[in-house]
């Protein structure tokens, strides 16, 4: 599910989550949006975790990266979209936090939009490619010479 509790349907009309098994058959998109930047799965994912978790620690910490790593994408995402993804607050005593400026929101929006029509598209060609793996290695496995 997103950050928001939707399901998204991957390439087959199977619905996964983020972070869901890479071996399931799906797709995945990437936006290259200049020499040196891109958007794809990650980071739009981190941009979820940290609208759902209210911190870039909490975010990072559930994808298995360091605070730094985290601030790092984070960082790049303002350097590649002109402006701040996610705006912090300092910490004391109600503590810091931190959620998407309505450019991140944004961001989330297209992208996962832009993912759902590729995946539609894709659908019939990435459920025949699937179907071509499994004879190979259904033929793989009747084959006693391996």
């Known amino acids: 599910m997103g950050a928001s509790g939707e399901t998204r349907p991957s390439a087959t009309g199977v619905t996964r989550a983020p972070g869901s098994s890479r071996r399931d058959p799906g797709l995945t998109l990437r936006v290259d949006l200049g020499p040196d930047a ?30 730094r790593r985290a601030w790092l994408l984070v960082d790049a995402l303002n350097r590649t979209f002109g ?25 989330v929006r297209r992208y996962r939009r832009i993912e759902a029509k590729a995946a539609q598209a894709a659908a019939a060609d990435v459920v025949a490619l699937s179907g071509l793996v499994e004879a190979a290695q259904g033929r793989a496995a009747a084959d006693p010479t391996d």
């Open 38 to 67: 891109a958007l794809g799965p990650g980071k739009v994912l981190l941009l979820e975790r940290i609208a759902a978790t209210g911190s870039i620690t909490a975010a990072g910490r559930e994808m298995g990266m360091s605070y």
């Open 83 to 107: 402006g701040a993804v996610v705006a912090t607050r300092q910490g004391g005593k109600a503590g810091g936090g931190a959620g998407l400026t309505d450019l991140g929101t944004e961001i």
